[in-house]
């Protein structure tokens, strides 16, 4: 359909009430040529992230899709809760030819990332494709380095 975005940002959350405003935030800046759109799986957490993600929704219903889980429907391995069910049920509502996904303890540093990407997809016919990534442990920052890319 001509109003059905290119790319969906898939972001499930879960406890993220420090880092989920800057994840969002971050999807919203982004600068593109074609219509995307932001998908949140919110998997009832206990913090304020069900809360802040509700307040963005309602601020940007044109961009924001917001898919409100319950925490009955998490999937357990080993005994241990996961995010599974809450992954598998928000990319099945993505609508984009492409699908970026971003988790809501994280953030895009580059504006221009999801047509850069888009562009190298298009241009290439590729079917994926990942950025460089950095993680920040709360006082320093590490690159994290990819063995099968080459430096050129």
Not at 48 to 64: F, H, L, M, V
Not at 77 to 94: A, D, I, S
Not at 111 to 131: A, H, I, N, S, W
Request: charged share 25%.
């Amino acid at each position: 359909m001509k109003n059905d975005p290119l790319v969906s940002i898939c972001c499930i959350t879960y406890n993220h009430s420090n880092y989920i405003r800057e994840s969002i935030e971050s999807f919203l800046n982004q600068k593109t040529s074609f219509l995307f759109e932001i998908c949140i799986g919110e998997d009832q957490s206990d913090d304020e992230t069900r809360e802040i993600c509700q307040d963005y929704a309602q601020k940007y219903p044109g961009s924001i899709r917001l898919f409100l889980r319950s925490r009955n429907d998490v999937i357990y391995v080993n005994g241990l809760p996961t995010g599974r069910y809450n992954m598998v049920e928000t990319l099945k509502q993505c609508r984009g030819k492409y699908i970026a996904i971003c988790e809501g303890d994280d953030y895009w540093c580059n504006p221009r990332k999801l047509q850069q990407q888009y562009d190298f997809l298009e241009k290439d016919k590729l079917v994926g494709v990942f950025g460089k990534s950095i993680i920040y442990n709360g006082t320093s920052f590490k690159n994290i380095k990819y063995p099968f890319i080459s430096s050129n």
